[in-house]
């Protein structure tokens, strides 16, 4: 695809998450970082993502919102970065990248904000329980190298970047296999490249 690809970001949000989805491809795009109270409201931001919220990216003429869903396309667009696998291997792919768009996002938010759902409530909220989110995640990340068809992938940045904030934080309970998850990604030169990026685009302090 030789289409623009235009990014909308800001260096204090999820949009993190794209970003290094971004420098994972290696394919050229240009940067907008827009700012919460304004720019992110703005009719023109609003036509593009009416929850006013960031990351966004623009492909073309494709428009696509929500993390987990821009890796999932970023992988499919451009195949050649070798970040998704064979269609027939996607089993562990696509489950962990919305296990973790969906129960982990959840629970984690839920704990945080310090709402329990009550034990016979549990079935309602879909996640279950914080803890039964935490020992499947473990399950999912211990004793391998990367999350899905032993190589890293999409998911791997998807479900890192919330091991990797949620350790950093104290949102996502220090255990050995989160550590040592995290510990296999965050050395990768996509990463570095996209922290010093989104680093540097970090508002100056007066």
């Not at 549990?122 to 499947?136: C, E, F, H, L, Q």
């Not at 965050?186 to 508002?203: F, H, I, N, V």
Request: hydrophobic share 45%; charged share 20%.
């Amino acid at each position: 695809m030789t289409d623009e690809l235009v990014f909308y970001g800001n260096p204090k949000s999820r949009a993190r998450i794209v970003r290094w989805m971004l420098e994972e491809t290696g394919i050229p795009y240009r940067a907008e970082m827009l700012d919460f109270a304004t720019t992110m409201k703005s009719p023109a931001y609003l036509a593009i993502n009416p929850m006013g919220k960031v990351p966004a990216i623009v492909h073309g003429k494709t428009v696509v919102t929500e993390c987990a869903a821009i890796c999932a396309y970023l992988a499919d667009a451009f195949p050649e970065a070798g970040l998704a696998p064979a269609p027939k291997d996607r089993g562990d792919y696509y489950r962990w990248l919305f296990f973790a768009a969906g129960p982990v996002e959840a629970a984690v938010t839920n704990n945080a904000l310090g709402f329990t759902p009550p034990e016979e409530r549990r079935a309602m909220v879909g996640y279950g329980s914080y803890g039964a989110v935490m020992d499947t995640l473990e399950q999912a990340v211990a004793n391998k190298q990367f999350i899905a068809g032993g190589r890293f992938s999409a998911a791997d940045v998807y479900v890192g970047s919330h091991i990797g904030w949620g350790l950093q934080f104290g949102s996502i309970e220090k255990r050995k296999a989160f550590e040592d998850y995290w510990a296999r990604l965050k050395g990768r030169s996509a990463y570095l490249r996209a922290t010093a990026l989104d680093d540097a685009a970090m508002p100056k302090k007066n």
